[in-house]
């Protein structure tokens, strides 16, 4: 192919909200708002019946209004009891996101999050830009909070990504404009103006990436990196050089929509809020009176064709060519499934035929992800994953949810980020 908060609300801070406030959205044409209430059904009846509450997918629900009580209410419910310690900060970050759109007290997380958050530090200049998409979330959530008390840890946040070399990853990116756009709209009255300009500089560099990789249908970065990023542009101070068509990015999104492109959750989590002209930074303002409910709408969108039952052949390669890892191999084997079976099943296929190709999974708010193929595993220390390709094109789906052609040829390469 393919996450924290903290603080009490200061009287200063309530007074102080200075920095323009500039937002611009694009509405969805009457006319296609079926396609988006459909995709709505789709992520909330998912939601009803997962093991693991998805707080991505409880945000977009209380941003766009929910279709579905029981079902926010369940979600809220499940984040309100579930154990913190384990979380990621980005997770935690999100959690407290979703638990404030639905108007709970996160008073405890919230402290928990600063806790982690003042001991945060990028491992190196060179860290890759993944790796400060949990720590942006987590200065949005406190931002959120209580942004008085957050100014020294985003200043922090500001500087490393102003020194990171690594490569551009634009849902960082949009996840930290948030995070910046925030704090900027909201440095207190008598601040130091070091601060101002501090996150103006961060913000210009982050925006400008972003824009040079807006496609010319209007798809910016790739189909699912495309809602947070529309998020970003939309509220961001900092204008890029490059003009943006919002438009024309609403019209191909739809159009995505219409072709069944958007049906795993979390993939619909992300897209819907812009969809319905808000942001994470409208976390605060959600409304909690059931009296915004929608009646939930039927899928709009085309019905997968039925397959035939016919079967296909695909090609999986297995690879593992890592200087310093143990076990190097390249096995290749051909799989015979049903057409429209997922990319999933043909892993279960060729592990059943031959034991090398013996794989595991961890579930994501993105779904199942393999962690491990012939017994080698993922391990963030090592910065190494399993990344599924067709040919030299990375999969923009995960395997359950990507479906091979006949004759495809599928790596999955042992790799580094």
């Not at 369940?74 to 970050?93: H, R, V």
């Not at 961890?362 to 012939?374: A, D, F, K, Y």
Request: aromatic share 6%; proline share 6%; hydrophobic share 40%.
């Amino acid at each position: 192919m393919a996450c924290s908060a903290l603080c009490l609300l200061s009287l200063l801070w309530a007074a102080a909200g200075t920095g323009a406030q500039t937002q611009r959205s694009c509405s969805v044409p009457p006319a296609q708002q079926p396609l988006v209430h459909g995709i709505q059904v789709l992520m909330e009846r998912a939601a009803a019946s997962a093991a693991v509450p998805n707080p991505s997918v409880l945000i977009a629900m209380n941003l766009a209004g929910a279709h579905d009580l029981d079902v926010q209410k369940l979600l809220t419910l499940k984040l309100m009891a579930s154990d913190t310690a384990d979380l990621t900060i980005g997770q935690l970050a999100l959690t407290i996101m979703a638990l404030t759109s639905s108007c709970q007290d996160t008073g405890t997380q919230v402290s928990s999050l600063r806790r982690h958050m003042e001991t945060w530090a990028p491992s190196s200049l060179s860290a890759p830009a993944s790796s400060f998409y949990g720590p942006s979330l987590a200065i949005l959530a406190l931002c959120q909070q209580n942004p008085a008390l957050t100014l020294p840890i985003a200043a922090r946040l500001a500087k490393a990504l102003l020194a990171n070399t690594s490569p551009f990853n634009v849902d960082t990116g949009a996840v930290a404009t948030l995070a910046l756009t925030c704090m900027y709209n909201k440095i207190p009255v008598g601040s130091e103006e070091g601060y101002r300009v501090l996150f103006r500089q961060a913000l210009k560099d982050v925006v400008e990436s972003i824009s040079v990789r807006i496609l010319d249908n209007g798809i910016i970065g790739d189909m699912y990196s495309t809602g947070l990023a529309m998020q970003a542009l939309s509220v961001t101070p900092e204008k890029p050089n490059k003009e943006w068509n919002c438009e024309k990015t609403v019209e191909t999104i739809l159009t995505k929509i219409q072709q069944g492109d958007f049906h795993n959750p979390m993939s619909i989590a992300q897209v819907l809020p812009s969809l319905e002209s808000k942001t994470y930074l409208d976390v605060p303002r959600v409304s909690c009176r059931p009296d915004h409910e929608v009646h939930p709408t039927q899928p709009s969108h085309p019905s997968p064709v039925p397959t035939s039952a016919s079967n296909i052949t695909v090609t999986y390669t297995i690879t593992n060519q890592l200087r310093g890892v143990d076990l190097l191999f390249n096995v290749t084997v051909d799989i015979s499934v049903r057409n429209g079976s997922v990319l999933l099943v043909v892993l279960q296929e060729a592990q059943r035929r031959n034991p090398v190709f013996r794989f595991e999974t961890t579930m994501t708010s993105w779904g199942l992800v393999v962690s491990s193929i012939n017994d080698i595993a993922e391990n963030v220390h090592h910065r190494t994953y399993w990344q599924f390709l067709n040919g030299k094109t990375p999969l923009n789906e995960g395997v359950a949810d990507y479906v091979p052609f006949n004759h495809e040829h599928i790596t999955a390469n042992f790799t580094q980020y």
